[in-house]
């Protein structure tokens, strides 16, 4: 059974930087694509960040724009997601999985964060922004 795996989550001061990593023993990330999401405590789980098969094709949640990049390493068969300037409001637990109907993220009308179109969802990884 496929299962994705986050790591890279930890506590950090508001400012600092983390980077997460979402990888998939078994199972092939290339022709997919990844999603990261996060959820609060009290809060839904939400999407943050996409990235396509292409590397051109990315989505950010409007909340983390400019202050995260996702990107993917094919050959490592992950996907990260590089979080800088870190806010308390960020902390989370993140999660990855596969959008097994669509492998872009970006494109006219397109929201590529829906979570019923997403799978394999990991265990995930937590992250704390605190002083």
């Known amino acids: 059974q496929v299962q994705f795996v986050e790591s890279g989550g930890g506590l950090v001061q508001p400012g600092g930087s983390l980077r997460l990593s979402c990888t998939a023993p078994g199972f092939f990330l290339d022709y997919y694509a990844i999603g990261w999401f996060r959820q609060a405590p009290g809060k839904e789980r939400e999407g943050v960040s996409c990235a396509g098969h292409s590397a051109g094709s990315t989505y950010y949640d409007d909340s983390v724009k400019g202050r995260f990049t996702i990107s993917r390493d094919n050959a490592k068969n992950t996907v990260y997601l590089q979080m800088d300037n870190l806010k308390s409001e960020d902390t989370a637990v993140y999660y990855c999985?596969?959008?097994?109907?669509?492998?872009?993220?970006?494109?006219?009308?397109?929201?590529?964060?829906?979570?019923?179109?997403?799978?394999?969802w990991g265990q995930g990884t937590q992250v704390t922004v605190s002083p």
């Open positions: 999985a596969a959008n097994l109907m669509r492998s872009v993220c970006s494109g006219y009308g397109l929201d590529p964060m829906i979570q019923h179109e997403y799978a394999y």
